[in-house]
């Protein structure tokens, strides 16, 4: 999992480093303000990707429920026939994971210690879904 907060203080700790260089070097401030905008977007989008594309090897976690019939979180996703959530959740693939397993009977506190994810960010981002697939 990306963890933000970590990933972030590191980002800043070099970012700090590189601009005490480039002063050092008599670098123009306007060229040190830019330079350090455009590595904070790329850090921003870097985050997104990561949020969006992390992958977990769920078949070694059985199904609590014995009516389970998908084996994995792929022909999960394909048994969806609602086309706006299926697009939903094939962009998301952290969310997918976390719905493939409430589905399987995990409880909202067994899927926040698999991802490394606190109860509450797993409660938000099924209720975000929610609002998501009512507002469409």
Not at 23 to 44: G, P
Not at 101 to 119: P, Q, R, T, V
Request: glycine share 2%; charged share 35%.
């Amino acid at each position: 999992m990306f963890n933000y907060g970590q990933k972030k203080k590191k980002w800043q700790k070099i970012k700090t480093e590189e601009e005490k260089i480039l002063r050092k070097n008599h670098i123009d401030e306007k060229v040190i303000y830019e330079l350090y905008q455009y590595d904070w977007q790329m850090f921003k989008k870097e985050r997104s990707y990561q949020n969006h594309t992390c992958n977990y090897d769920l078949s070694n976690y059985p199904s609590k429920e014995s009516s389970f019939m998908y084996e994995n979180a792929q022909s999960f996703l394909d048994s969806f026939e609602d086309e706006r959530l299926y697009h939903l959740l094939k962009n998301d693939s952290l969310l997918l994971q976390i719905l493939y397993l409430k589905e399987k009977g995990f409880l909202y506190k067994e899927i926040a210690e698999i991802f490394g994810l606190s109860e509450h960010q797993i409660y938000y981002r099924i209720k975000k879904m929610k609002k998501n697939k009512n507002n469409d």
